[in-house]
Each structure stands twice: as C-alpha cells, then as structure tokens.
C-alpha cells in the first residue's frame, strides 16, 4: 500500500514521462508537491524498492518500470473525455451514409493511429465466415478496373486490378457475370479454389482475352481470402524515441509483418483490456489495448499498439467511443 503523496508523485512522474520520455528528476517535482529535494528523493526511491520505478543508467531520474504502468492503470489514472475535434473526425465515419458500419469501423481506427502515432489493428471475422453474395467490378479503362466483393456480413472489400494487357469493358462484365453466377454463397476462403476448378476449365468459351482476365480475378480474390485483418501506422513505432536500436526497430516491424502473430492479437474477452510489456505475447516493450467487437452477427477485435509510455487514459476513451458506436448500430 502506498501513501496519498506517493500515488500523486508516481502519477506525476508517470504523466511526465509519457510527454517527453525523458527521466524525471526529483528538482522538477519539488514546487508540484511542496515538499524538499531530500523527500522527494526518499519517496522516489521507495517506489523504486517496492518495483514502480526504475531508475536509469544516464541520469539520476526515473523512469516508470512495467509494475508501475500496471498500478497506474488500475489504480490511479483517471477517466479522459475525448476533445471535440477527436469527436467531430470520428462522428463524420459513423455518420457516412455511403459506408457500411464494417468500413466505418476500419476507417476510424485509420483515424486513431493518425491521432495518436500508435498502430492500429482491426481483426474481423476469417473469410471462412463470409460468403459472397455479389462481385461488382468497375472499369477505370480497358487495363485497369477496380473489383468489389460484399458479403452475407455486410462487408465491403475493393482491390485495384490491373490487367496484363488491354481487354474489352464486354468482356470484363462477362467474366464477372460468369463469377457471380457459380461464386454467389460461397466462402471467400474457397473461391480461388473454385475459380481453379470450376470457372477456369469452361471461361474460354465464353470470354476471348480469358486468360488475363482469369489470372486477375484470382489474384484478386486470392488476397481478398487472406484480407481478415487491417493494419494502420505500423510505421510509427519507429517514430516512439525509446525505439532508437536498429535490431529492436527490425525485431517489432517483423513482427508486424507476420500475418500469424497478428492475427494472435484477437480478444476473447469484453471491455477494454490492456497488455502491458510481458502482459502480452507480443512484444515486452509494447503495449496492446484491445477490445471485442460484435456487429451483423460477426465478431472482431480492434488494437491499437504502442509503447508502454502510452498515453493510457486518451487511448482508451478513443476506443470505448468505437465501440459505443459500433453497439449502437
């Protein structure tokens, strides 16, 4: 148990060094708290000795250690109400007419990265649990068109195609009414399998330039299949200055590059929950807030992941404003 003055000065010390990641000294806390340099130094070094501070090799200050962050986060932070300008640029996702709630969903944690430099990660459903129910394609010119799949969930996937050579805009409708007519109902996961099997041995008695137009869409539909996650700002760790080490930079961004671990990041549990450092399996010097997310029937996760000088209370009123609106829907 620690006293009334070493939880101010452990959130003080915590709130400091999430601004400026700089240790924090005991001269910089003295006016704060009236109290001397000496206390001050005595109250730092008993929250040293029960494990929430550390103190560093370069300076006489503090760090906050992981023990420190978690007693931070369950006992002392306190609630953070989003700003209206955080407010008013996600209220514009939501209240998109023209987006389906899953687009909105990915559109606001694209947001949230860019508001708060931390990765975002959202993980739907695997694309064993959505069926196709329409392939819509739109012609940008005779090599370039973008295709559209939506699914029984609700779900809105486009990726932009460019064909091998120039092909007729009739021939293009033809290859995807043929698509629509044998592809409708089933899993994403399996449609490359049937376009293989089902579509590639009869599409040239119907569609000339056949074989480019093939090799397109089941391209297309091969990374739709393996398109259960999106992830956003995964760059900006590198921006986080305790992130200075070329092997530790190189370590984190394999691991974003890992469609596995990512996809491990998924939440089982309700409410917003928080991993910090060794809490998680992903990384010791990150952190990962999360929260479950359920919507037409599909469940998903949504993540954002940071250093463990997070700014813990505005991250966590970002993604409980998310998921309020996604429970409205």
Same mark, same amino acid.
């Given at each position: ?94 209240? =998109?007419?023209?987006?389906?709630? $899953? ?33 819509? &394609? &739109? ?23 460019? #064909?091998?050579?120039?092909? $007729? ?8 009414? #043929?698509?629509?007519? #044998? ?94 450092? =060794? ?51």
């Amino acid at each position: 148990m620690i006293s009334d003055r070493q939880k101010k000065l452990l959130r003080l010390i915590i709130e400091d060094y999430i601004k400026t990641a700089r240790p924090i000294s005991s001269k910089s806390l003295c006016e704060i708290l009236d109290c001397s340099s000496a206390t001050i130094r005595n109250e730092m070094s008993f929250l040293e000795d029960i494990g929430l501070l550390e103190k560093t090799h370069i300076s006489s200050g503090r760090v906050p250690s992981e023990k420190g962050y978690r007693y931070y986060v369950d006992n002392i932070m306190r609630p953070k109400s989003i700003d209206d300008f955080d407010i008013r640029e996600l209220e514009t996702v939501f209240n =998109s007419k023209s987006l389906v709630i $899953a687009d909105a969903i990915s559109k606001s944690m694209e947001i949230i990265s860019e508001m708060t430099n931390y990765t975002a990660i959202v993980l739907g459903s695997t694309s064993k649990e959505n069926k196709v129910t329409k392939v819509e &394609v &739109v012609p940008i010119d005779s090599q370039n068109l973008v295709a559209i799949v939506i699914t029984d969930k609700g779900h809105v996937e486009h990726k932009n195609v460019k #064909l091998e050579e120039k092909v $007729a805009v009739a021939e293009i409708k033809q290859t995807v009414n #043929l698509i629509n007519k #044998l592809i409708v109902g089933v899993p994403i996961s399996e449609v490359s399998s049937l376009l293989e099997y089902e579509i590639k041995p009869i599409i040239g008695q119907y569609v000339k330039q056949h074989e480019v137009l093939y090799n397109a869409f089941y391209n297309a539909f091969t990374d739709f299949s393996d398109n259960s996650f999106k992830m956003n700002g995964t760059r900006n760790i590198l921006m986080q200055p305790e992130f200075n080490n070329t092997d530790k930079i190189r370590d984190i961004i394999s691991k974003f590059e890992d469609k596995d671990i990512i996809k491990n990041i998924k939440e089982e549990d309700n409410g917003i929950n928080i991993y910090i450092g =060794s809490e998680n399996e992903f990384d010791d010097d990150l952190t990962i807030i999360k929260t479950k997310y359920k919507v037409n029937g599909e469940e998903g996760t949504l993540a954002l992941i940071g250093p463990k000088r997070m700014e813990y209370d505005r991250a966590i009123a970002l993604l409980n404003y998310i998921k309020q609106n996604i429970d409205s829907n």
